[in-house]
């Protein structure tokens, strides 16, 4: 750059010290916010593929029968074309044990493997140490829990010896090979009759792109080894899909962020930099007056805009990894694989797009500043205004309102597209504002709708609980009190208003490949029902309520029958209720006890009279069915999830970012429009418009922006939301009830129209005190 | 003998170290009195002129006008004053462009809070003293040069000030304009307004006013008054 251009850059962005902070301010931002939502998203989108990759893990988790294949044939084929790796042999079985308090585990696939290095399927020790002799046991991650932590002991009654191993690591497999993890030698003492050692093979591929091509080398390894000995293999695709599910809900809301993020930037710099340009017309015909070239007028007024939205960008780069950092903290608590780092290549590509963007929104006003004739620049800087908005001042004036006031509300008709691009800066921010409130209250409603359990005071169970809360679906399996005589204590007790009996069950469904879980229950369960989408809920035996999800798989409908086998009782239920429940892949069915009555209530949910105290209650019923076995604790709500907390934080610091964004954007606006005004700020004064008249007349001038950008951006917001959010729910295949959809009160959509008054009055804040401060004299003399 | 305006010791500097822009210096103006400011680029009229009307302060001295001392005034405290005190009229007259004729003159009134109807009517009455009521609701960009200062001089007198304060009235306007405003200045002085003139036209200081002073490099160089007195 030449140096009178270097000398007229350096002045225009010293001179202009608002309009520079407000552009690498408002780069910064945007940048930031990108950089986390891109993060985010590159590490909620791919959290299996990040784990997969670095573990190595298996394309093919594969089983053989040890007595059909021997040990050489297995090498062999672990170097058949198209195999890039192997690992094993691993001797695996499965096992049901009991947890320390006596009740049965879930089944469990066990490996046998000496170390959790190796070829294929790298595992990460997240916690503790290997399993190194007998009685010692690694735990996969995803069963880690109160039940079973470091230290923990699990039982195998139907073993021989019914050893007990001790938890002494808790292992991630992205590729999900095995729930847990034992030496070699162990596994051969756990194996029984019924649960035999089979011999576990993990491959490796060079082409495992697709179901076909995962199918073809499956076929590859079945022809290479005795027919039959080959006893089942699980694609890595399965694994993937299930993985992926968790992260799927946050895409569509990050995306919706990411648009609103990169609009609000873009509608910034171009006003910015076209009111930098549409504020220095004389200046831009007197650099013209003294021998600068079109083109280096140009050059000069772009680099105007780029040296600050450099320093912004990378400002920006800076602080979004910074503030990435807890939220990919809290994915990867939430998904146990995310990467604690931004990616680097969402580093480098939202600076370059955001430098491009800048730049063309730079070029057009710096094009414009070059094709203006050197005496009309120099002769607009002079001569009065044109009429545009007199009308306005006309109509305004009146208003039976004070002066300041109707002069102030007339203002931004004088510059329209400055008016429009303030406007679209505070529909943006009321946007972000009304979709951020509507996701945090749906986020809101999911955990109380996932959470009905906690409506009920008490909890009072036939077999001991564990933890606090009540037990997880399928873990709390022994019964050792009576349901009877515990459901007597229940209806003995004088605090007792009203309560209702619960089970779980395992049963399948007709058209629902494997097992299915039911919830059970018996009494009246209307208080502790989950959240219709549709429908009614179970009124009598006979009738089924069920997930979305469900529908789907069984492509049935509301009014249809289902046959549902539980313990051989077949029964044939309609379909009266759709629900929402994500829980056991969304087929969990919700029926009456009384159609299975094999299944007899382990858990009785008790809503209070009023005036009981909720654990005064709980102790005296505890009192009478301790010694039978049960046990009745308080309720608490439960946790937010960590995917709500995820979502949560992140709507907050996003929205935080853009709105502070969109007041930035008014600032600069309502910057520009007062250096214009100042004369007529300094003649106001002279005729003796008072500081607060001042500050009046300038936060009038945005306010009724505010209203209409209110007005525009709520409804915005709201449509944006009802359209996020089914999306989102369809990602993780449920329709959503109302509860969750329909969160907006009216008063809560005035506030938030009362939000862009807010951002607008906020942003005009700062300029309206320099005005109101600039001595009259002052501004007299910049005629 | 009441005094519009009470100087003592004024002084105004603009840098700490060189010599003040003006005084110190002391002056007083009766009521009805027409005092012209004269004097070359630079020596301090303008300064003079802003500090009577409150809007800049003095570094030293005491400024009391219309009986209220003003240079230790708040910033509120002094556009009170300066809407219900002062009328001002400037060289290149300083009307808002967006405003009509109407608009312009009744701002001062509405800024005071005067009723709506009220600030019609005395606007009204002096468009017609002025003879410009047929531009009424034209914008001052269609005016000419003479037309718009009248309409600057109908603004600066809507709120019944006790002092009129005008800076280069004639600056901008051609000869014939020129003429025309100082005729109106004239009037208004008989009338009983107290006038206080910013000008290098020696014509017009001689023509509208009762009393001249000289400044050169911020000091008193001449009193008219003081010289009649010798």
Known sequence: ?783 | MNHVIELTGVARSYDGAGPPALGPLDLTVAEGEALAVTGPSGSGKSTLLNLVAGLDRPTGGTVTVAGTRIDGLSEHALARFRRERIGMVFQFFNLLDDLTVTDNIQLPAQLTGTARRTAATRAGELMELLGIERHARAYPGRLSGGERQRVAVARALVNRPALLLADEPTGALDSASGQDVRELLVDLHRSGQTVVLVTHDLALAEACATRTIRLVDGQLALDSRTEALR
């Open chain 1, 1 to 783: 750059m030449s140096s009178p251009i270097s000398r007229v850059v350096r002045s225009g962005v010293g001179r202009r010290r608002v309009q520079t902070v407000v552009i690498a301010v408002a780069v910064m931002m945007a940048v930031a916010s990108a950089v986390v939502a891109w993060a985010l998203l590159v590490a909620v989108n791919a959290p299996f593929d990040h784990a997969f990759a670095r573990q190595h893990g298996a394309h093919l988790t594969v089983q053989f029968d040890p007595d059909q294949v021997g040990a050489e044939q297995l090498d062999a084929a672990g170097k058949l074309a198209g195999v890039t790796a192997s690992g094993g042999p691993y001797p695996t079985t499965t096992i049901r044990g009991l947890d320390q308090e006596g009740r049965r585990t879930p089944t469990l696939t066990l490996a046998g493997r000496s170390s959790p290095g190796g070829e294929v399927d790298r595992l990460d020790l997240q916690s503790g140490r290997w399993a190194e002799q007998p009685g010692e046991l690694v735990l996969a991650t995803s069963f880690a829990g109160p039940a079973f932590e470091l230290g923990s002991t699990l039982r195998v009654p139907d073993a021989a010896g019914s050893p007990t191993l001790t938890v002494v690591g808790l292992a991630l497999s992205a590729s999900r090979t095995a729930d847990a993890w034992v030496t070699p030698g162990q596994l051969t003492a756990l194996a029984s009759a019924d649960h035999p050692v089979t011999t576990q093979w993990l491959y490796r591929l060079d082409a495992a792109g697709t179901k076909e091509q995962l199918a073809a080398a499956r076929e590859r390894l079945a022809a290479a080894v005795p027919p039959g000995a080959l006893l089942g293999a699980q694609s890595y695709l399965d694994t993937k899909r299930a993985a992926d599910q968790g992260a799927a809900p946050t895409i569509p809301f990050l995306v919706a962020f990411g648009a609103l993020g990169l609009a609000m930037s873009v509608i910034i710099v171009g006003s910015v930099v076209s009111g930098a340009v549409g504020t220095s017309l004389r200046r831009i015909g007197i650099l013209k007056a003294v021998g600068f070239t079109p083109g280096e007028v140009v050059r000069a007024y772009l680099a105007q805009a780029l040296i600050p939205a450099a320093a912004g960008i990378v400002l920006g780069v800076l602080l979004g990894n910074l503030l990435a950092l807890p939220l990919l903290a809290d994915t990867e608590q939430a998904y146990g694989a995310a990467s604690l780092a931004v990616a680097w290549w969402v580093d480098l590509l939202v600076p370059a797009v955001a430098l491009l963007v800048v730049g063309i929104a730079a070029l057009v006003p710096a094009l414009r500043a070059g094709r203006l004739r050197t005496v009309e620049a120099i002769a607009v800087g002079r001569a009065p205004r044109t009429g545009r908005g007199q009308w306005a001042h006309r109509a305004f004036g009146r208003l039976p309102l004070p002066r300041a006031v109707t002069y102030g509300l007339a203002v931004p008709f004088a510059h329209p597209v400055r008016a429009v691009a303030m406007l679209l800066a505070v529909v943006f921010g009321t946007v972000t504002a009304t979709f951020a409130v509507g996701l945090t209250s749906s986020m809101g409603a999911i955990t109380k709708a996932q959470d009905r359990e906690s409506l009920a005071a008490v909890s009072v169970f036939s077999g001991a609980a564990h933890g606090p809360g009540t037990p997880a679906p399928g873990q709390l399996v022994s019964a050792a009190a009576d349901p009877a005589k515990v459901r007597a204590a229940v209806e003995a007790n004088a605090g007792t208003a009203s309560f209702y009996g619960r089970a779980f069950a395992e049963v399948t469904v007709a058209g629902i490949p494997g097992a299915a879980q039911a919830v059970l229950y018996q009494g009246d369960s209307a208080s502790g029902a989950p959240e219709l989408i549709s429908g009614q809920w179970l009124t009598g035996p006979g009738q089924v309520v069920v997930p979305t999800r469900f529908l789907e798989r069984t492509g049935s409908r509301i009014g249809d029958s289902v046959r549902v086998t539980q313990e051989g009782d077949t029964r044939t239920l309609r379909i009266v209720g759709e629900l929402f429940d994500t829980s056991n892949d969304g087929t969990r069915l919700h029926a009456d006890q009384a159609d299975f009555p094999k299944a007899g209530p382990v858990a009785f949910l008790v809503t209070l009279k009023p005036g009981v105290r909720a654990a005064d209650y709980a102790e005296q019923v505890a009192a009478v069915v301790r010694p039978l076995g049960g046990e009745a604790i308080a309720n608490q709500p439960s946790e937010r999830g960590n995917l709500v907390l995820v979502l949560q934080a992140m709507a907050t610091l996003l929205t935080l970012m853009l709105v502070s964004v969109a007041g930035l954007g008014v600032l600069n606006s309502v910057v520009l429009d007062t250096r214009e005004r100042v004369r007529d700020l300094g003649i106001c004064k002279s005729l003796g418009m008072s500081p607060s008249q001042t500050v009046v007349l300038v936060l009038t001038s945005v306010a009724g922006i505010g209203l209409f950008g209110g007005v525009l951006g709520v409804p915005a917001g709201f449509a944006l939301h009802s359209y996020v959010l089914p999306v989102m729910g369809h990602s993780v295949g449920t329709n959503l009830p109302s509860s969750v959809l329909e969160v907006y009160q009216a008063p809560q959509l005035a506030l938030l129209v009362a939000a862009g008054i807010a951002i607008a009055l906020l942003g005009a804040l700062l300029p309206a005190g320099w005005a109101a401060k600039t001595p009259a004299a002052t501004a007299l003399r910049a005629e």
